[in-house]
């Protein structure tokens, strides 16, 4: 049966792949199916208790009203709190062990950070009331807005973008506004190949035109190859650093004076930025703009995918053009909040509003709570941390896996292996998925792309150094199996809650919705689902 | 320091294990001038657990709470009950420390509830399918319109005079760099929206119409009258709605004719945080789902043929499209559309249609109350839960002597449009089930006093 793995966290009993007979329940003991709310629920049930309306409604209402209730099943309190507990239990999450995402830097999620932000005066408060009833949450913007400025060494930062891929589109939009200053109508973007796949995306929402920069055989930005596109045409470049590859570009300075004298500005992908907090300011490498996902560097969380939040750090040139809204002092020392064009002395440039209202304020909550648990020094450690832990498991396995651009120098945060020399049919498919089988959520798999059978393994600050040797020793043990030609890999994972997913499947046919079934509970009739 | 795990003998071990002498070695790529030699100067160094709340404690009290003070603001982000089951399953650590749900074998908790959350959406909305949530209600607007260029090939915009300020500046913001021509109709104080209006700007170079509902001064468009007449020429119907719980007693959008119904999920599960993390909902028609944004999680069979969930589609996301990808999105709000969906599960239809009911009830009872105060007027003929309140002055001021009395009376138009003439005057108030008695008695006595001069 499943031992307990060395991880601590004890596998859950897959399907067949491990039982040798089949339970009446579906479930097998601790691992435990769920069907849907749909199929659990029925319309005569509520988990809420509401009161009686006390009026009809007016009559002017009357031509609007529904015929019906939504077609949405209900459940009482207990049966919802079952249902998403049991649900909580088929997720893997940090909590329960690494979670090696390369470039998606999943670490530790304090919870002092969620009681802070759960207190009233953060969480219950809305974003119009009158400034002078939200001093101290403007107070949260200005603070940690002070810590970002100062740890990049830029001028100014844009709060208000919702998450990463925004925040580029924030950095690229102010160098638009910018160019337009200007009267400049340069219209292309250079991308090198080892920047995020998001940068050439939001670089055409911009409506500016890409242009690919190779890289060279050491996983840098090929820089001549990149001065040679330069010209009155080009309004910047987006460069990630550290990159993709977990390489630091070490021709930053270089490539920005270079741009900077052909008339462009630099936009740098903070996405990494952890790797390099409170060791070097962007600043001084020539950055124009930068966008710093709060959820990878200061740890805010992720649940399952969002929310991020994406501030924009700017250079004297870009502060200007800065969306709305933002806060400034006044000098009776209260904290306002721009909303209005052309509001503020030194920020009459603005390009607009990205949000609705100020960005992810529950987010800079946290952020910022965590900020002040490290200070100046542990941010300086958590870097240093994180480059040694992801050097550790570089070193650890670079015999067994090939590490495409060890020689090249040390990796940053995230190490990064290729799945060649494996056995015939073996790639890095088998290798993550087997890791999930060892207790451990997979590293980034196939990204970046110019690494054949990518595996980006990022080990985070967070992780010790016994949990490391661990997770060495099941990759190490995976990569010798995948040698060998164990076929028990290519169907693994085994003890998960689910075997193999049929992806192609998914995407050939596409059920995005529950369809519902005839004589199950919450089932609507085709006229109670709507649409076409 | 409390986070961190590595003792001072694990970094001296693994430094040797790779090979290096210094940590700082494993920086040498870095500029030797751009290495910082030691901490950053000018920031506090780290602090206790019991600092730092103390520090952050302080900074939360200096905020006057929605729940401490009679609450009427609205525009766009609503103050509802959430039940405690609801906070407490968000933060369980297999939810709230979970990815993106990249290797769906481990990560079916989050993926199922997404796959629900997208029927719920699309139920509630009257649309076929729903996608796994974007940033928020006013990047949704964004990405809807820029789907429905896509779709119909044209690039013609029309914004009615009720959408949020906010939603209109986000739209023409963004237009300004991607060159759609955006046409925004002008806001009006009047009873009803101008439906005729939004009719009327309607031509054959019209990719699409986005008709806020309820609209932004709390008055309910006619969608079946605007569809017909958007359809007739070939544009499509983008549906706002930035409080979902209307959509428990007045009909859903997609069922009167809208092709897209983009919103603001925050009403539900979410709470007020001063305006973020919010959660954008979108739906739309199938026919559409190849140019949808966003994250969509489909239904498929595992190796054992049980059923079970993956993202799905995902060549029309950036990180594999690259320049061609169809939208900006490169994540979703999955926490929060968790909360959504756990709180619509203890509602369930039923639930939503009596809690909708209390809302207008409530609201109903704020203005019969505040229409007593003297010099007030409201302006709506139909209203869920929140309607303009015409006042004798500019409601800027008004607002600001109501927060002196500690009370939170709305928001002004003046402040939502701050260039538009002739909105000074009005005052957007909102009520919801969390609305007492005590709250409307004493929003129109403080309110009476101030119309009144008296000061405070």
Not at chain 1, 170 to 191: F, K, S
Request: charged residues 20%; hydrophobic residues 45%; aromatic residues 6%.
């Amino acid at each position: 049966m499943n031992a307990p793995n060395a991880s601590g966290w004890r596998p859950s009993m897959g399907g067949a792949g491990e039982a040798k007979f089949a339970t009446s329940s579906g479930d097998y003991g601790l691992m435990l199916e769920e069907a849907l709310s749909f199929e659990l629920g029925s319309a005569d049930k509520c988990g809420v208790d509401i009161d009686e309306p006390s009026r009809a409604p007016v009559a002017g209402l009357s031509k609007f009203l529904r015929k019906s209730a939504p077609a949405l099943p209900g459940l009482t309190e207990p049966e919802t709190v079952r249902h998403y507990t049991r649900l909580s239990r088929q997720n893997y999450a940090i909590d329960l062990g690494p979670f090696p995402l390369g470039s998606c830097t999943m670490k530790h999620n304090p919870r002092l950070n969620e009681k802070m932000a759960r207190l009233p005066g953060f969480a219950d408060v809305h974003p119009m009331q009158p400034q002078t009833t939200v001093q101290g949450a403007l107070e949260v913007i200005e603070q940690l807005a002070d810590w970002l400025i100062t740890l990049t060494g830029m001028a100014s930062v844009a709060m208000s973008p919702k998450a990463g891929a925004h925040g580029e589109l924030c950095g690229l939009l102010c160098i638009r506004a910018a160019l337009d200053a200007r009267g400049e109508a340069r219209d292309v973007v250079l991308v090198p190949e080892s920047a995020h796949g998001t940068n050439p995306a939001t670089a055409a929402f911009a409506g500016f035109k890409v242009e690919s920069i190779p890289a060279t055989p050491a996983g840098r930005v090929d820089v001549a190859a990149l001065k040679a596109k330069l010209g009155p045409n080009v309004a910047g470049v987006m460069i990630t650093n550290p990159n993709t590859c977990g390489l630091f570009e070490p021709d930053m300075r270089e490539i920005a004076d270079a741009v900077h004298a052909a008339g462009g500005y630099v936009y740098c992908d903070g996405a990494n930025f952890n790797a390099i907090v409170g060791k070097v300011r962007p600043g001084d490498l020539g950055v124009d703009a930068m966008h710093i996902n709060l959820h990878k560097t200061f740890s805010t969380p992720h649940g399952g995918g969002g929310p991020g939040a994406g501030p924009v750090v700017l250079s004297e040139a870009l502060a200007p053009f800065a969306p709305l809204p933002f806060v400034t002092r006044g000098a009776d020392g209260s904290i306002h909040l721009v909303e209005e064009e052309n509001a503020a002395e030194g920020h009459a440039q603005a390009f607009g509003r990205m949000v609705a209202f100020h960005g992810q304020m529950g987010m800079f909550t946290r952020a910022l709570t965590y900020i002040l648990s490290h200070g100046a020094d542990g941010l300086r450690t958590v870097a240093e941390d994180a480059v040694l832990n992801a050097n550790y498991v570089l070193r650890s396995c670079e015999d067994l896996l090939p590490a495409p651009f060890a020689d090249s120098g040390p990796c940053m945060h995230e190490a990064l292996f290729s799945d060649a020399g494996l056995a015939e049919g073996f790639s890095t498919l088998d290798i993550a998925k087997g890791l999930i089988d060892e207790g451990f959520h997979p590293m980034t798999v196939y990204f970046p792309l110019v690494v054949k059978g990518a595996m980006l393994v990022e080990p985070t600050e967070t992780e010790s150094k016994a949990g490391l040797d661990r997770f060495i020793a099941s990759l190490r043990s995976l990569a010798e199996r995948a040698k060998a030609g164990d076929e028990s890999l290519h169907s693994a994972p085994h003890f998960a809650p689910r075997r193999r997913l049929d992806e192609t499947l998914a995407a050939r046919k596409p059920v995005l919705v529950w369809q519902g079934e005839p004589g199950v509970p919450g089932t609507p009739s085709l006229s109670e689902i709507g649409g076409s | 320091m409390r986070y961190l795990p590595l003792t001072p003998a694990d970094r001296a071990s693994m430094l040797e294990t790779i090979g290096a002498a210094t940590v700082d070695d494993l920086f040498i790529d870095v500029p030797a001038e751009a290495r910082l030699a030691g901490p950053i100067e000018g920031l506090p160094a780290h602090a206790s657990e019991m600092a730092v709340e103390r520090h952050m404690s302080a900074l939360a009290a200096k905020n006057l709470s929605a729940g401490s003070a009679p609450f009427f603001l609205g525009a766009g982000a609503y103050r509802h009950h959430v039940p405690a089951s609801v906070d407490h399953l968000i933060q369980r650590g297999e939810f709230l420390t979970a990815y993106t749900p990249y290797q769906p074998e481990i990560a079916q908790g989050t993926l199922q509830v997404l796959f629900e959350f997208q029927t719920q959406v699309a139920r509630l909305f009257g649309t076929d399918i729903a996608n796994a949530s974007m940033y928020d209600g006013s990047t949704a607007c964004w990405e809807a319109i820029l789907m429905a260029a896509r779709i119909t090939r044209k690039g013609r915009s029309v914004l009615s005079g009720g959408l949020h300020p906010h939603y209109g500046e986000v739209v023409r913001t963004m237009a300004k760099f991607t060159k759609d021509d955006i046409v925004s109709l002008a806001p009006e104080l009047t009873a009803d929206p101008d439906d005729a209006a939004v009719i009327a700007a309607i031509d054959a170079t019209t990719s699409c119409v986005v008709v806020q509902y309820p609209d932004v001064m709390g008055r309910i468009p006619d969608l079946a009258a605007i569809s017909e007449a958007a359809h007739a020429v070939g544009a499509l119907v983008i549906a706002v709605v930035t409080e979902p719980v209307a959509l428990g007693l007045i009909e859903a959008p997609g069922t009167l004719g809208a092709d897209i119904v983009v919103g603001e999920g925050q009403s539900l599960g979410v709470g007020l945080q001063f305006g973020g993390p919010y959660l954008g909902l979108f739906g739309c028609r199938e026919k559409f789902v190849r140019q949808m944004p966003g994250r969509l999680c489909g239904q498929t069979v595992d190796a054992e043929g049980k059923r079970g969930f993956v993202l799905t589609l995902s060549t029309r996301e950036q990180h594999i499209r690259r320049e061609k990808a169809t939208s900006n999105i490169c994540t979703n709000s999955g926490l929060c559309a968790l909360a959504f969906s756990i709180h619509l599960t203890l509602l369930g239809g039923e639930g939503l249609a009596r809690l909708a009911a209390v809302n207008h009830a409530r609201a109903q009872q704020t203005f019969e109350r505040l229409a007593k105060v003297p010099g007030v007027t409201i302006l709506n003929t139909a209203y869920f839960n929140e309607a303009t309140v015409i006042l004798p002055r500019d409601a800027r001021e008004v607002v600001r002597e109501l927060a002196d009395r500690q009370v939170l009376g709305g928001v002004s138009l003046g402040r939502l449009f701050p260039v538009a003439d002739g909105l000074h005057n009005g005052l957007l108030v909102a009520a919801t089930e969390t609305t007492t008695d005590e709250d409307i008695e004493a929003f129109a006595t403080a309110l009476e006093a101030v119309l009144a001069g008296a000061s405070a």
